[in-house]
């Protein structure tokens, strides 16, 4: 069993969008949020920021060990550029120091990314591959982790946090395109759309969908930012 679940030779090339196990995941993530909303309260919450924490951390050293013992980790795939590895360990970061000047970065572009991965997965592994489970652990971890310093710790982002979030995001994005070229990597995505269907696909083709984007980016951290501007209101 164990072999079936992490050799690398059970690769699964079915379509994985709304899948049963993607549906399943959709469901088990919205019970999750739902969980920690209602026992945001609680005094045992304390000790969920370390749960997130360890979550985080060892989805990271459990795919380390798991790319290099399977003599699959290469420069071109497994370096943590990809935009949720970064919102993993900026997410484990802000667990550990409470940092408010993370969150409002990465509340941005942490759950935008992350819920994209959640709600179009760019993965060819299928439950109950180890892949399949840390991906879906591993975005499930990062918005809940950002979600828990809004309704435990009362952190909320502001207008400037948004242009924050956007320029940092665009610093990382420069950095990653330099090193794509230089490696032929496609480190979030910024070389080629991902084999999956995402909302990559409506964005014309390479490279005016990075422009588009952008756009789209801008657009996104707007909404996310919506919820807190309409409270700022009725208060």
């Known amino acids: ?22 549906i399943f995941i959709l469901l088990l993530f919205g019970v999750c949020v739902i969980w920690m909303y209602l026992h945001r309260q609680k005094s045992y919450m304390i000790k969920v920021r370390w749960v997130l924490l360890a979550i985080l951390l060892l989805s990271e050293i459990l795919l380390l060990i798991w790319t290099i013992s399977n003599n699959m980790w290469t420069v071109r795939s497994n370096l943590p550029l990809n935009l949720c590895t970064i919102s993993i360990y900026l997410s484990a970061f802000m667990l550990i120091t409470r940092s408010y000047r993370v969150f409002e970065i990465i509340y941005f572009f942490g759950i935008g990314g992350a819920l994209q991965a959640l709600l179009t ?23 809940l982790a950002i979600l828990y310093m809004i309704w435990v710790y009362k952190m909320t982002p502001t207008w400037k946090s948004i242009v924050k979030s956007f320029i940092t995001l665009n610093i990382i994005a420069f950095f990653v395109f330099l090193v794509n070229i230089q490696t032929g990597a496609n480190y979030m995505f910024l070389a080629r759309k991902p084999k999956g269907p995402s909302i990559l696909d409506w964005l014309g083709p390479y490279p005016w969908y990075i422009l588009s984007l952008e756009v789209l980016t801008l657009t996104m951290f707007i909404l996310l930012y919506l919820p807190f501007y309409i409270k700022k209101k009725r208060l």
């Open 1 to 22: 069993m164990l072999e079936q679940i992490f050799h690398p030779s059970e690769l699964r090339v079915d379509a994985l969008f709304l899948s049963y196990a993607h």
């Open 121 to 143: 997965p760019d993965l060819f592994y299928t439950f109950p591959h180890f892949r399949f489970v840390h991906f879906f652990i591993a975005h499930i971890a990062i918005i």
